[in-house]
């Protein structure tokens, strides 16, 4: 799976305001989409990871969207807080487990 | 947290030396992956292996090799290392067969710098 695009690359929020992320994907060979989150001098962690057209997942102020017959899926933040500020992944899956990522969207939310 | 080490977390080294990383886990899973860190790239995959003696190829493969002889252990080879492979490179493990959701744990990165 090539061609994963996310947008935007960077985004400067202030506190307090909500913010969403898009991924890009070929819908072709689809098993997953995953989620991950990077913060600064640590290793990615994961956020979510969806399968099915139509899932909507949440934790806390965090939720995703998937949609598999376009190729897409949406991370919203609520209410974005500095502890937040992060890069973003995502990542789709083939069913070979190769897991190819976007280049990410850089946040930073100011005080 | 998932038992995953990276070993060395921290190596320099001249163009023209062979290096080898090691991935460590303790948890059974199936797959394991190689990735590297560069910026504008976040995270690019070069070999990933879906079982012991099993691997493949990722983006960025070229001058790269990669062995699985046990479970537990994935190699990651620079045959002869340039300036160009400078960077963070992150192991990741997963076993998407089981009923979880596949997701990938990392090790804490290994710091190579190739002068």
Request: glycine share 8%; aromatic share 12%.
């Amino acid at each position: 799976i090539l061609n994963v695009e996310q947008s935007p690359q960077s985004l400067h929020v202030q506190e307090g305001d909500s913010t969403n992320f898009t991924c890009s994907f070929p819908s072709s060979n689809f098993y997953a989409l995953h989620w991950y989150r990077w913060e600064t001098a640590k290793s990615p962690e994961a956020l979510f990871v969806m399968t099915l057209n139509g899932d909507e997942k949440k934790k806390g102020r965090i939720s995703a969207t998937l949609n598999t017959k376009e190729g897409y899926s949406y991370l919203y933040i609520k209410g974005s807080q500095p502890e937040d500020s992060a890069t973003y992944l995502c990542a789709p899956r083939g069913n070979t487990g190769k897991l190819i990522f976007g280049q990410g969207t850089t946040l930073q939310v100011k005080p | 947290d998932a038992g995953i080490t990276q070993s060395p977390r921290h190596k320099v080294t001249e163009t023209g030396t062979p290096v080898t990383l090691r991935c460590h886990q303790t948890e059974n899973h199936r797959y394991m992956y190689w990735y590297r860190q560069d910026p504008g790239h976040g995270l690019r995959l070069i070999h990933y292996s879906y079982g012991v003696k099993d691997t493949d190829k990722g983006e960025v493969s070229d001058g790269y090799s990669v062995s699985r002889s046990k479970t537990e252990d994935f190699l990651l080879t620079l045959e002869s290392a340039t300036s160009s492979q400078t960077s963070v490179y992150f192991c990741a493990i997963s076993d998407k067969d089981r009923m979880n959701t596949g997701e990938l744990f990392f090790g804490e990165g290994s710091r190579l710098t190739v002068l």
